[in-house]
């Protein structure tokens, strides 16, 4: 089993930033890929984000130049979001793969709004 515990959600302005971080653990391996997805009120959950082991780091379009994912040796990855817009508010949900497996976080809410 893995633990994925997020922090770093909340409301900001239009052209802010938020940096959301996510700390796994538990039964941790090596060839995984964390990242981060979202939600927004009706619509499907849509990938943000992915690192993967030996893979180039993988962005939506959307976020491309604005979003960067990091990632420490500590099996926490964090997403710097910078110039945010209206259409990035959603549940952020952070996310990690080992083969077959994934878990999820729980979520949290990024609302940008002036």
């Known amino acids: 089993q893995v633990q994925l515990v997020e922090s770093g959600g909340g409301l900001v302005q239009p052209g802010g930033s938020l940096r959301l971080s996510c700390e796994a653990s538990?039964?941790?391996?090596?060839?995984?890929?964390m990242g981060w997805f979202r939600q927004a009120p009706g619509r499907e959950r849509e990938l943000v984000a992915l690192?993967?082991?030996?893979?180039?780091t993988n962005y939506a379009d959307s976020v491309k130049g604005r979003f960067t994912i990091s990632r420490n040796a500590k099996n926490t990855v964090s997403l710097q979001m910078n110039n945010l817009k209206p259409e990035d508010t959603a549940v952020y949900y952070c996310t990690y793969r080992w083969y077959s497996s994934t878990y999820w976080g729980r979520g949290t809410q990024v609302t940008v709004s002036s």
């Open positions: 538990g039964s941790i391996y090596s060839g995984n890929s």
């Open positions: 690192m993967a082991s030996g893979y180039p």
